[in-house]
């Protein structure tokens, strides 16, 4: 065998290159589907308040769907341990697939729930019910995902592991496509009579796929030779306490960048006056910029750094969201809500593009599905999911349109004091 012939069959120092390709699509398609679903419900946020949780103060409404929202993220600690520590127990790929079968009940739940109006109080129990599914299922996705990721690809892990982020993007992509096209095409009564539910019904062919991808994937040697912790939870709570707040807070800023861009949409119509179609466009763009830019980011960490990378992204964050939020409050324009949505991405994807790796690195094989899933949910738990609901109400009680931009300088801040503890932790090992 030639050098070239070996370099293309030994991608990484690992994997042939067609196997990584698939080790890829394997493993991205589960976190793909949980932002896919996820993003599905925060943009059709008050056509679902108005279905399942009516009430004569619209705002009200709102409050209640985007509380269900996130209160059935509380489950997703609980979702870490039990599917993270299965991970590292019995092995990445077992936990992957338990995790996407979940994912498809919950998708399915939500996708035929009759309405308030149909089935009375059972309806908002079963959207919740739904999302308790979902989350706690997502609980062990990104931490049993990229673990097998990393353990692959060692050497190029900043790039491997930055498709877990990107595929938000792909899934940001879909459903903005369907958002875009759904609230264009349709009537508001065609919308909220069946309209919302193509894209759960979409996501929900999506499953099947993954599942058949994912069986026919294996764990990594690094993980397979190592030594398996009985009790993972434990040592992580024993020994790795550190680490854990550090991974935390290092994925506020990401986090809570996220989930303002999920909630664009909602807060273009209620709060700027324009359009579900123009809100819908800003968040298409977020998308094609997180699936494209991220990997590339991902690559560059490998090279230069990650924390070097990150830095410069918050600092420059924290110095522009506040100006970028009083221009679109301002010019409350479909090209304003671009520039502004594209300028908060980028940003994003700098910081984020390094950082599954980077959190990978806190921990040792034997604990690193469950440290991993366990310090992404509480992050994405306390700094995403409440995040809407917190904005929203902010809002009402300021009357002031900026309330995003100051939740946004402060997890830029939490973040940038967290970035400081990982650089010295990881230099001092």
């Not at 679903?37 to 943009?43: A, E, K």
């Not at 560059?300 to 990650?306: A, K, T």
């Not at 306390?382 to 900026?402: C, E, H, K, R, V």
């Given at each position: 065998m030639t050098t070239a012939q070996a370099t293309n069959n030994t991608v990484a120092g690992r994997l042939p290159q067609n196997k990584l390709y698939k080790l890829v699509v394997a493993s991205s398609i589960g976190n793909a589907l949980e932002w896919f679903?996820?993003?599905?419900?925060?943009?059709?946020?008050?056509?679902?308040?108005k279905l399942f949780f009516p009430s004569n103060d619209e705002t009200v409404s709102l409050l209640l769907a985007l509380g269900t929202f996130a209160a059935s993220y509380l489950i997703r600690p609980l979702g870490a341990i039990v599917l993270g520590s299965y991970a590292d127990r019995v092995g990445r790929k077992s936990a992957m697939l338990v995790s996407i079968w979940l994912?498809?009940?919950?998708?399915?739940?939500?996708?035929?729930?009759?309405?308030?109006?149909?089935?009375?109080?059972?309806?908002?129990?079963?959207?919740?019910?739904?999302?308790?599914?979902?989350?706690?299922?997502?609980?062990?996705?990104?931490?049993?995902a990229t673990a097998l990721l990393v353990e692959h690809a060692p050497e190029r892990k900043g790039l491997i592991s930055s498709f877990m982020f990107a595929s938000q993007g792909i899934s940001a992509l879909l459903a903005s496509g369907f958002g875009i096209a759904l609230s264009s095409m349709l009537t508001q009564s065609q919308l909220e009579s069946w309209g919302w539910r193509i894209p759960f019904l979409f996501g929900l062919?999506?499953?099947?796929?993954?599942?058949?991808?994912?069986?026919?994937?294996?764990?990594?040697?690094?993980?397979?030779?190592?030594?398996?912790?009985?009790?993972p939870i434990s040592a992580i709570l024993k020994t790795h306490k550190a680490s854990l707040a550090l991974a935390i807070g290092s994925l506020i800023m990401s986090t809570s960048v996220s989930y303002v861009i999920i909630f664009m949409p909602t807060y273009a119509v209620k709060n700027l006056g324009l359009t579900a179609s123009?809100?819908?466009t800003g968040t298409l763009l977020s998308g094609a910029v997180l699936a494209i830019l991220t990997p590339f980011i991902g690559h560059?960490?490998?090279?230069?750094?990650?924390t070097r990378l990150m830095f410069w992204s918050v600092i420059v964050f924290t110095c522009t969201i506040y100006p970028a939020f009083v221009f679109l409050s301002h010019e409350p324009t479909l090209p304003s809500l671009l520039l502004v949505l594209f300028w908060m991405t980028v940003l994003k994807c700098v910081y984020?593009?390094?950082?599954?790796?980077?959190?990978?690195?806190?921990?040792?094989?034997?604990v690193r599905a469950t440290g991993m899933a366990l310090s992404y949910n509480i992050g994405t738990t306390?700094?995403?999911?409440?995040?809407?609901?917190?904005?929203?109400?902010?809002?009402?009680?300021?009357?002031?349109?900026?309330a995003p931009s100051w939740y946004l300088?402060?997890?830029?801040?939490?973040?940038?004091?967290?970035?400081?503890?990982?650089?010295?932790k990881l230099t001092t090992e």
């Open positions: 679903d996820l993003i599905v419900y925060g943009f059709f946020a008050m056509t679902i308040s994912m498809m009940a919950g998708t399915f739940i939500i996708a035929t729930m009759p309405t308030f109006e149909t089935i009375g109080i059972l309806a908002p129990i079963g959207i919740f019910a739904a999302r308790l599914i979902q989350g706690f299922s997502a609980g062990g996705e990104f931490g049993s062919l999506i499953g099947p796929i993954g599942l058949y991808i994912r069986k026919h994937i294996q764990d990594a040697e690094e993980f397979s030779k190592s030594s398996h912790s009985h009790a123009v809100g819908f560059l960490s490998d090279s230069i750094g990650r984020f593009g390094g950082l599954p790796a980077l959190m990978s690195e806190l921990f040792p094989t034997a306390i700094f995403g999911s409440f995040t809407p609901f917190f904005i929203t109400w902010l809002i009402d009680i300021s009357n002031d349109t900026m300088l402060t997890t830029g801040l939490l973040s940038l004091i967290s970035l400081f503890g990982i650089k010295r």
